[in-house]
């Protein structure tokens, strides 16, 4: 009787579980292994193979789930950032001085974003956009937009009861961000040379926008 080897059991075990995870599981697992390829290779040189390899299975079985190559990588962001709007979404309906709600959306993007493989998906955008217009629309139509429309209101309101400097805020919501940006470029360029303390210049950043007022 011909022995079998303990690489092969394990081969052969990994695909039977494979082949026995429900279609939730696998397509958990298209998305983290799109997560993988789409941040390690770029959108461009990530291949639908390639990803199908990462998740162990076979290439066809990604066409169970999703039309191509583009519709994947929307829908791998719609998953990471869906659960983040949501809690953004639940801080407009909160009447609370307008501070405190920047302070904990600032807070949200350091602990979800900014400490999370989400970071790596925006790294993504900013690298690629320029050369993919499609993707760069997608990402402003799913998270950009979507984040301004919450925070505008937010802001105008705060300018109408004093809680800032002036209206420059409201006009340029933008701002509230800029520094997640630069941390999230810092990580990736000069992090191994001189970390930042992101955490440290996001607080920094909310005394200089609020002109050191209190909450």
């Known amino acids: 009787m011909k022995k079998v080897g303990?690489?092969?059991v394990a081969a052969r075990d990994g695909a039977r579980r494979r082949r026995a995870a429900s279609p939730q599981a696998r397509?958990?697992?298209?998305?983290?292994a799109a997560l993988d390829e789409f941040s390690g290779r770029g959108y461009a040189a990530a291949r639908l193979d390639d990803v199908a390899k990462r998740a162990g299975i076979a290439k066809g079985t990604i066409y169970l789930y999703f039309a191509d190559k583009e519709a994947l990588f929307q829908e791998m962001v719609r998953s990471m950032v869906n659960p983040?709007?949501?809690t953004l979404e639940a801080l407009r309906e909160v009447d609370i001085p307008a501070r405190m709600l920047?302070?904990?959306l600032l807070d949200v993007f350091v602990r979800e974003v900014y400490a999370t493989r989400r970071k790596d998906i925006v790294r993504l955008i900013l690298s690629e956009g320029p050369r993919f217009?499609?993707?760069?629309?997608?990402?402003?139509?799913?998270?950009i937009a979507r984040v301004l429309a919450i925070v505008r209101p937010i802001l105008q309101r705060a300018v109408e009861r004093g809680e800032l400097p002036n209206d420059a805020l409201a006009r340029f919501p933008q701002l509230i961000v800029a520094p997640g940006l630069v941390g999230?470029?810092?990580?990736?360029?000069?992090?191994?040379f001189e970390p930042l303390d992101v955490p440290a210049m996001m607080r920094a950043h909310l005394d200089i926008l609020f002109a050191g007022r209190g909450t």
Do not use: K, N, T
């Not at 999230?184 to 191994?192: E, R, S």
């Open 27 to 32: 397509r958990d697992a298209i998305l983290a």
């Open 6 to 8: 303990a690489s092969a």
């Open 133 to 143: 217009p499609a993707l760069a629309q997608f990402y402003h139509a799913e998270v």
């Open 184 to 192: 999230i470029l810092w990580h990736a360029l000069f992090d191994a």
């Open 102 to 104: 920047v302070e904990r």
């Open 84 to 86: 983040i709007l949501g």
